[in-house]
């Protein structure tokens, strides 16, 4: 074997000088910081025994919680869609005031801590807060509610929808759009056949980058979610839990779960996303 490394390592035939010695560190490097954590949590439940593990998966309160994580990930990158695309819209064809202002604030929650996110959540939508306090004379409950878990989402999930659209609608040719106004379609026609359909594989993929990160999200849900087993309970959260009560493979049973399910969320994404870039790629 180490006759066959090195043998590869001098073959050459690249047009890239040290191509085989940088595909090798990159390689080697990718499988420390992804493949083995990967394989060692798909190892992990079943050390203590596959008995272990079934019981582990007989338990409802885990199915709530994976329920309230994927189904408000859904909600939250759907309702993502429309507000990201109206602000790449913006950043890109509209000649706002203060636009690179507007620019920085888009990418504040990929740069603000998790923590801080969740407890000025928390404090705005909180019974008493500044608009949790309208909201609550409405009949509207955020705070501690499933809604208060969409609300968050929505906050951390928002700026990789923009930043997913904004790049091909900023180079997507105005000649299209005077085309068809010339040719006597309608302003809703040309959003809706000329300006969407170059834009559905960014969408998709913006959906699926908020979709994963609210799954997986766990600082900004908890201070506002009210933590309630059954009601709003997230799957990150109760993976803490059963750490904290030394159950562990309850906490890798639901890590597995979380692993498996987004995996295949996110296979679907990128068949969706290369289908629908094949539609509407020009005949």
């Known amino acids: 074997m180490k006759h066959t490394f090195f043998a590869f390592m001098r073959r050459t035939g690249s047009t890239l000088p040290g191509f085989r010695f940088t595909l090798s560190a ?39 919680a994976l329920w309230t994580s994927f189904s408000s990930a859904a909600i939250a990158a759907a309702c993502n869609l429309p507000f990201g695309l109206m602000l ?15 620019d920085a604030l888009i990418d504040l929650p990929l740069a603000l801590p998790t923590a801080v996110s969740g407890i000025t959540l928390a404090t705005l939508y909180g019974p008493n807060g500044w608009l949790g306090a309208p ?13 208060g878990i969409i609300v968050a989402l929505m906050f951390v999930g928002l700026p990789f ?22 040719l006597g379609a309608r302003p809703w026609q040309v959003v809706t056949r000329v300006i969407v359909p170059p834009l559905l594989p960014a969408m998709v993929t913006g959906f699926g980058l908020a979709f994963a990160r609210g799954v997986g ?33 309850g906490a890798t049973s639901v890590a597995l779960i979380l692993l498996v399910i987004s995996l295949l969320v996110l296979l679907l994404v990128g068949s969706m996303r290369r289908k629908l870039a094949l539609w509407s790629e020009p005949a």
Do not use: K
């Open 161 to 182: 929808v923009v930043r997913a659209v904004e790049p091909v609608l900023r180079n997507l040719p105005h000649d299209l759009e005077e085309a068809a106004l010339l």
């Open 88 to 102: 790449a819209w913006a950043l890109a064809r509209g000649q706002l005031p203060g636009r690179w202002l507007a």
């Open 26 to 64: 990159t390689v080697i490097w990718a499988g420390f910081l992804v493949a083995f954590p990967l394989c060692a949590l798909l190892a992990r439940p079943w050390q203590d025994g596959v008995g272990a593990m079934v019981s582990a998966l007989h338990d409802s309160r885990m199915f709530a």
């Open 217 to 249: 999200e766990y600082g900004s849900v908890i201070f506002i979610a009210g933590n309630q087993p059954f009601r709003s309970e997230i799957a990150p959260l109760l993976i803490v839990v059963r750490l904290q009560e030394f159950d562990y493979a």
């Open 135 to 147: 909201l609550s004379r409405l009949g509207v409950s955020v705070s501690y509610t499933r809604t």
